[in-house]
């Protein structure tokens, strides 16, 4: 009896300490999303009548993102308001995840949701609700349904995305001795397959390579020689270790890997400095998208056939995406505006309610340290 | 000069509602075979299962060479010398042999500093043990493909494998061959002049009188008598065993028996059950008797349709059915009520209620399938009062009743089938003295209001106090038939074990 | 027999009582939270399709089974009627929808019956291959809704979400299904004893197979409103659906050794796990942490499960006394 | 009704039939599969299987004894994220792999401990903890940890027999035939079997059930350190999320390789030919021209048929006796 007596109390404990760590936990992340504001006491709502702006990214804990997020806190910090953010786990990187966080701030009547959507049209329906209740909707990143956003904050164009990673992979392939009288079969390592960039960009891919300038390069079977290995590490890195097994100078192997994820370029260079016989670097060239910090190492390598990667200005798209939506709830511009002055960055155009940040980034052995994110 | 290895002193165990064991004591010396003898659920088996760990005794003492002593498990009572042979196994299905055999007290080598298993000695010494037995096992064998008997020497095995100086059997030769049997006895034999003590559970009179020293009767859980054998007879050791007054115990129902409403004709299974042709009369109890595993329990879960497929004809008032499940067999009023309360008869976490209507939901529901509580309530209510069911209310759990009336729920709920024809299977297995009595005054009853019974019982008594006519069986087929007034112990005993 | 009136604290009581606290505890530190659009067109509609599954789960839970496979189901369900309405209409898609999660349940239901496979590893493989056809056939790509699952999606009644009444009907009918009718006796029978249920004349095989079947149908029917709810699904959308459905049905009191467990306790679940996944939102507590929160309550239940159990569990012995000592030493 | 004769060659087992079906998938890829047999597929595909296989020799302990363990991915993460935070340090792969073990060895018994002391069953108590591993994991970094030095990728770049093959692989082999080993002549092995087959006489046997338990999954916890580490140092770059989806492939090798989740049976070597299968999928149908996207659909196909053909071979061997066995024990 006086066991059970103890059981009831160590339960009656535990559902204690649960509600305890649910307040604490409340009150600490009040905090967390506001940084260097520190010391305001604001719940979340309006209550001091400061703009409040969420910021969701696709999944949180990817210094892509995270970096997205410092340039998002500089421009909240630069116009006093206060940013929200939150995002699925890498690993719930789903809709689902997006759409539970996305109602919760609907019904706290934030001002503005700047989102980067995990799928563009299943999202589509809760940011229409978002526009219903009178909240500017903004996407950054990637877009979704254009009825169901105001604006999109575009890093680059996917035209200017396509052209740029084939042009990346074009030049090396070229100082390798391809051209049009030898052409190289080309491999691209996309995401999870219905994300709205890649999608964009493969599709700009293809329009590309269908060109004088850069036939020489060809996607030989579109059933494998695209993967979408998903979110999970484990597989990015195991799909990736197929193609770089798959590399090399034949004519059935493949010569030049483009990676269109943040997760797959990294992989793409791991696994080749992990291959037991690493394909003739002479021979072959990996390049994609993907943040510096996470490319260093195989492009200041001499060894790795990685030697550029391309990417925007992350800190800055998230500092432009806060910016965008700040001055389309102040009324300083409409959805009908052409351009936007978007404080440190200068003046952006927005064409056809999107606004680009610019062109994309290429950094090489040279410059790659000079980005630390 | 014969000193004392075990001794027991004024042992009491006792289960929810049940007293098994009641003050008992046992002494052991080296070099004797003492027989422990008693009717099923007389207390052997629990004994000696107190003996090696298996229970804690609420009250007494073990001595063993003097020494008092108590295991935690029988593994523990193993390293302390005393080793037991359980009657049901308690073999690791998935394992082989010679994993089983060793268990928990494997040989192992030492290598580089490792201790390894050593396998060839265990097989060595396991091979050398079965030759002692006389059997041969593939020690590679997993268990779970073994047969019974062969399951029974590998238990016999692997208690050999334990240099130990007490030695108990339960009822090792249930299902051995001549053959095997034989092989035991010189073992056991070889044993004895070692200067070994051995206890031998048994209710083969016979073996007790081929390999016994002394013997031991106890009757339901108390100590009745301690005979040498050579100065002792078969009656002496029934007369213990049944005990007095075995008319309280069978009130048995003067009724009117009719004519005949059951009959089976020559009913095969599909490999053990042969050319078997027995029939019932309205009003009468028909006993089947036989050792275990000769095939009672199968036949009857055969005719009701629980097992497979199966030849032979079966009538029911004169017409030839067919069962193809036990649906079949319930729809005509055959049935069945298993010897297995725990696991087959009855769902003990669930009330009593619940476990009288589960077989015939569809008749406590409305046409919405919406179950009435309340008509539940009303024939559990009367069972409830009319068997005398201790227990507070209807909805009392299962699992909280003592054995008897857990077997009157059991009764209970196939009675509330209306059947024509009732198969007992074990009624009075694990139930104190009294509650039998209950239960065979019940089963009385019940044919006084002309329903057919039959019963299977391994308590030749019961089957002899109860019965008007008697089947017994052996192997897989009916060895005999015997009216009442006809039939005794010896007789169908002597069949039976032939 | 006196105490068979004393106030019974029971496990149910016991977690409408944790609910209570939570839905106190996020109701006082967010209004928002409070107000009926959002308990009603949020906290409600974004857990509706677990919700709903959790029901048929519970049945096969407490009869001693298990479905891993229900989120791929149900993506694979509006996987093949997605693709169904694009060539052939809407009417086409839907009875292609229920179709797929008829025959999911009923290939889940065969195997584990006829081949006597355990639910777990049955499932197990099932889920993959479900997973896996529903990624083949889209080719990995998006399904997009139809105006069926549209409507069973985004439409509302009297201004209550349809898939709200779809859940309130869903919920009676289970409810009483399990607690008052014939099945739901024989389902916990089956739970607590499948030998002597079988013993007892009840065709245990088929009524295995109906519950997986009804669990597949129930996923068919939950797939319409995700679809519709979202517009488009993928093939891995269903991630930790099956999870978090199982999670539910557990935190309800339903034991996984089956027949153990109830309805209600899966309601309140649902209702937990919902307050917990809109409140917590609300509150801004990023999901990391609402994830431990949902790990403790979870943890919580468990033990209070244990403990309520263990008191009901305390058998009322007949203790019958052993024979005074020189009686019996004579 | 002593069946005396039914003894089959032992050599016919499931792993054997699994085994000549592997075989049987080789010599197709080898026919059909062209430039799938060269070093480079072969060495990622023997990466991939040397840290599934590690974990599953983990995994495959816990169910013999009748658990599970469906917390594994969140626990691989975990781990993985606080030996980056540590090999940032530039601490070499001697530190990384014992401190990686710890780490696993401590958050399994975390689960071993829940399970036996709570007597919840394992697959819940392991639901409830994946769901804390999984919270707490973001909370001690923020996001994902960089631009690892060359110390901690040395396994993966650097570590190479013969300069081909990964010292994972390496890993993966001693690690195989020790549980190989192990598995045989080991008393704690028998210990697992007998728990798995039946705790209560596994209790009258005079075993520790709970103890050999908690002990389980400690050993399995290092194994998931093991693979933890071998995973999070193939890049410089390591994530929340590096061991997702992680635990139903460990379970889907164990299952296929013949272990019943019912426990008590099973072998390391079944466990050993069913990861290899699984590990190939991916890679043979990208060879073979198929479309990843259905490489999920026949990983699920193979685990069904292998199941289910196991199965009939069960029943029809138990058809050779013809009385149950429940039948058999009640009989007497």
Not at chain 4, 101 to 129: D, E, H, Y
Not at chain 4, 320 to 331: F, S
Request: net charge neutral; aromatic share 8%; charged share 20%.
């Amino acid at each position: 009896m006086k066991k059970k007596l103890l059981q009831k109390i160590i339960a009656a404990a535990m559902v204690c300490i649960l509600m305890v760590a649910a307040v604490a936990g409340c009150s600490k992340t009040e905090t967390t999303p506001q940084g260097e504001q520190g010391g305001k006491e604001t719940t979340g709502g309006k209550s001091d009548g400061k703009l409040v702006i969420a910021m969701l990214p696709k999944f949180k804990g990817e210094n892509y993102f995270d970096a997205c997020k410092v340039g998002a806190q500089e421009a909240a910090d630069e116009l006093g308001i206060t940013l929200l953010y939150d995002g699925p786990p890498q690993d719930q990187a789903t809709n689902q995840k997006q759409v539970d966080i996305l109602e919760g701030w609907i019904a706290q009547k934030v001002d503005a949701i700047i989102v980067s959507p995990n799928d563009p049209t299943a999202i589509a329906p809760t940011l229409k609700k978002a526009q219903e209740a009178g909240i500017k909707v903004i996407t950054f990143d990637a877009d979704a349904q254009k009825d169901a956003r105001d604006l999109f904050v575009n890093q680059i164009t996917a035209d200017a995305a396509g052209k740029g990673l084939l042009e990346a992979a074009a030049r090396e392939l070229k100082a390798k001795g391809y051209g049009a009288d030898k052409k190289a079969n080309i491999a691209l390592v996309s995401g999870s397959g219905t994300d709205a960039n890649q999608t964009a960009w493969e599709a700009a891919i293809e329009k590309y390579l269908a060109t004088d300038e850069y036939n020489f390069m060809v996607i030989k079977n579109r059933e494998t020689d695209v993967y979408y290995p998903g979110t999970d590490e484990t597989k990015v890195n195991a799909e990736c270790a197929t193609l770089i097994s798959r590399m090399g100078p034949g004519e059935d192997q493949i010569q030049a890997a483009i990676g269109l994820s943040s997760m797959a370029t990294p992989a793409l260079g791991a696994q080749y400095q992990s291959a037991s016989q690493k394909p003739d670097a002479n021979a072959i060239t990996l390049t994609g998208l993907a943040t510096p910090n996470a490319l260093k190492t195989y492009i200041k390598d001499e060894e790795n056939p990685m030697n550029v990667g391309m990417l925007w200005n992350c800190m800055d798209l998230g500092y432009l995406a806060v910016q965008v939506a700040y001055q389309l709830k102040n009324g300083d511009i409409t959805t009908e505006s052409t351009s936007i002055n978007a404080g440190r960055l200068g003046t952006k155009e927005i064409v056809d309610r999107e606004c680009v940040l610019g062109d994309a980034l290429i950094f090489d052995k040279t410059n790659v340290d000079n980005f630390n994110y | 000069m014969k000193k004392t290895i075990l001794e027991l002193k004024d042992i009491v165990k006792s289960f929810p509602g049940v007293l098994a064991l009641n003050r008992l004591k046992f002494d052991l010396k080296s070099g004797e075979v003492h027989a422990i003898c008693g009717e099923n659920g007389a207390g052997k088996s629990t004994l000696m299962k107190v003996v090696c760990g298996v229970y804690k005794p609420d009250e007494g003492e073990i001595y063993v060479d003097g020494v008092p002593q108590s295991f935690s498990s029988p593994l523990d009572a193993y390293r302390n010398g005393v080793s037991i042979i359980f009657q049901e196994t308690s073999l690791f299905e998935e394992m082989t042999v010679l994993d089983n055999i060793f268990l928990g007290h494997e040989i192992i080598k030492k290598k580089a500093g490792l201790k390894l298993l050593d396998y060839a000695a265990m097989r060595k010494k396991a091979t050398e043990i079965f030759d002692r037995l006389n059997t041969k096992i593939d020690l590679n064998a997993c268990i779970k493909t073994l047969g019974m008997a062969q399951k029974q020497m590998v238990e016999i095995a692997k208690a050999l494998t334990f240099d130990a100086n007490i030695i108990i059997f339960d009822e090792p030769t249930a299902s051995l061959t001549q053959r095997e049997v034989d092989a035991l006895f010189d073992i056991i034999n070889k044993l004895k002049q070692e200067g070994r003590g051995i206890v031998y559970i048994s209710h083969r009179l016979e073996e007790i009188f081929q390999i016994c020293d002394r013997v031991t009767v106890i009757r339901d859980g108390q100590y009745i008598s301690t005979r040498n054998v050579a100065d002792t007879n078969k009656d002496e050791l029934v007369a213990d065993m049944v005990g007095r007054a075995m008319t309280n115990y069978y009130p048995k129902a003067q009724t009117d028996i009719g004519e005949e409403i059951f009959r089976v004709e020559h009913y095969y299974d599909d490999g053990f059950l042969k050319d078997i042709n027995f029939y019932v009369r309205k009003g009468e109890i028909v006993g089947f008797a036989g050792l275990a595993g000769c095939g009672r329990t199968e036949l009857m879960q055969s005719i009701c349709g629980f097992t497979g497929k199966a030849a032979g004809k079966v009538f029911l008032n004169g017409e030839e059915i067919e069962i193809h499940n036990y649906n079949d067999a319930k729809n005509r009023g055959i049935v069945y009520v298993s010897e297995d309360r725990g696991k087959y008869g009855l769902i003990v976490d669930m009330s009593i209620e619940q476990n009288i209507t589960l077989p015939q939901l569809q008749n406590f529901a409305n046409n919405m399938s919406i179950i009435d509580t309340e008509k539940e309530a009303e024939i559990a209510g009367k069972y409830l009062k009319e068997f005398e069911i201790k227990a507070p209310d209807t909805e009392f759990l299962v699992a909280n009743l003592s054995g008897g009336n857990q077997q009157k729920v059991s009764v209970s709920k196939a009675l509330a089938l209306n059947p024509t024809l009732l198969i007992l299977d074990e009624p009075t297995r694990g139930v104190d003295v009294n509650a039998k009595a209950e239960i065979h005054k019940i089963i009385s009853e019940l044919t006084r209001r002309n329903l057919s019974i039959i019963m299977i019982s391994s308590e030749l008594p019961e089957l002899l106090g109860m019965c008007d006519r008697i089947y017994v069986m052996k192997d897989g087929s009916i060895a005999g038939c015997f009216d009442r007034g006809e039939f005794t112990q010896e007789k169908i005993l002597s069949i039976a074990l032939d | 027999m006196a105490n068979k009136k004393k106030f019974k604290v029971t496990f149910n009581m016991l977690l409408f009582l944790i609910w209570i606290l939570i839905f106190i505890g996020i109701a006082a530190t967010s209004p928002v939270f409070l107000s009926p659009s959002y308990l009603l067109n949020v906290m409600l509609r974004n857990i509706i399709e677990i919700g709903m599954v959790a029901l048929p789960m519970t049945l096969i839970i407490i009869m001693g089974g298990i479905d891993l496979s229900v989120g791929n189901i149900m993506i694979l369900a509006a996987t093949l009627g997605g693709l169904a309405a694009v060539t052939y209409g809407s009417a086409v898609a839907v009875i292609v929808t229920i179709l797929t999660g008829l025959v999911c349940g009923l290939i889940n239901g065969l195997v584990i019956v006829k081949a006597k496979i355990s639910p777990m590893v049955t499932t197990l493989a099932t889920m993959y291959l479900y997973l896996g056809i529903s990624r083949g056939i889209s080719k990995g790509s998006s399904i997009y809704s139809f105006d069926f699952a549209t409507t069973m999606g985004t439409t509302s009644l009297f201004g209550i979400p349809v898939q709200v009444w779809i859940y309130v009907l869903l919920v009676v009918i289970f409810t009483v299904l399990l607690a008052k009718t014939t099945l739901g006796r024989k389902l916990y029978s089956i739970g607590l004893n499948e030998n002597a249920t079988q013993y007892a004349g009840i065709d245990v095989g088929k009524i295995k197979i109906a519950m997986y079947i009804i669990c597949g149908l129930i996923c068919a029917l939950a797939s319409f409103i995700w679809l519709g709810r979202f517009t488009s699904i993928k093939f891995d959308a269903g991630t930790n659906f099956n999870m978090k459905v199982i999670t539910i049905v557990v935190l309800g009191g339903t034991s996984i050794n089956g027949g153990i467990g109830s309805m209600i306790g899966t309601i309140i679940g649902t209702l937990i796990i919902a307050t917990l996944n809109s409140g917590l939102t609300v509150m801004n507590i990023p999901i990391d942490v609402q994830t431990i929160v949902h790990g403790s309550v979870l943890i919580v239940a468990l033990i209070a499960y244990a403990v309520v159990n263990s008191r009901a569990k305390k058998k009322k012995l007949i203790k019958i006394e052993a024979a005074p000592k020189q009686v019996a030493s004579m | 009704m002593v069946q005396e004769k039914k003894r089959t060659a032992s050599f016919l087992t499931k792993e054997f039939y699994l085994a000549i079906f592997l075989l049987a998938v080789l010599i197709f890829l080898w026919i059909f599969a062209k430039g799938f047999y060269t070093i480079n597929n072969i060495m990622s595909i023997l990466n991939t299987y040397s840290y599934t296989l590690i974990a599953a020799i983990g995994m495959n302990m816990i169910i013999i004894t009748s658990n599970i363990d469906v917390s594994t991915g969140a626990l691989v993460s975990v781990v993985c994220l606080a030996s980056a935070a540590i090999g940032k340090l530039g601490l070499p792969f001697p530190v990384l792999l014992p401190a990686a073990m710890v780490m696993g060895i401590i958050l399994s018994t975390i689960n071993g401990l829940f399970i036996t002391k709570t007597k919840i069953p394992a697959i819940v108590a392991t639901l409830a903890t994946t769901q804390i591993f999984q919270g707490v994991l973001p909370l001690t970094t923020e996001g994902s940890i960089y631009d690892l030095p060359a110390t901690f990728t040395w396994l993966a770049f650097e570590a190479k027999l013969f300069g081909i093959v990964p010292a994972s692989v390496l890993m993966c082999l001693i690690i195989t035939v020790i549980a190989l080993f192990f598995m045989k002549y080991s008393r704690f092995s028998k210990k697992l079997y007998a728990i798995g087959n039946n705790q209560h006489s596994a209790r009258l046997a005079g075993i520790n059930v709970e103890k050999t338990i908690v002990i389980t999954y400690a050993i399995a916890g290092a194994l998931f350190g093991v693979t933890a580490i071998i995973i999070a140092t193939a890049g410089q770059r390591v994530t929340t999320t590096m061991g997702s989806g992680l635990e139903m492939t460990l379970i889907a090798s164990v299952i296929l390789g013949g272990t019943s989740t019912a426990g008590g049976s099973g072998k390391v070597i079944g466990t050993v030919i069913g990861a290899l299968i699984l590990c190939i999928v991916s890679p043979a149908i990208n060879y073979l021209g198929i479309s990843p996207n259905w490489s999920d659909a026949i990983k699920g196909a193979i685990i069904m048929i292998s199941v289910v053909v196991g199965a009939f071979q069960q029943v029809k061997k138990k058809r050779v006796i013809q009385i149950p066995k429940e039948v058999l024990n009640n009989g007497k």
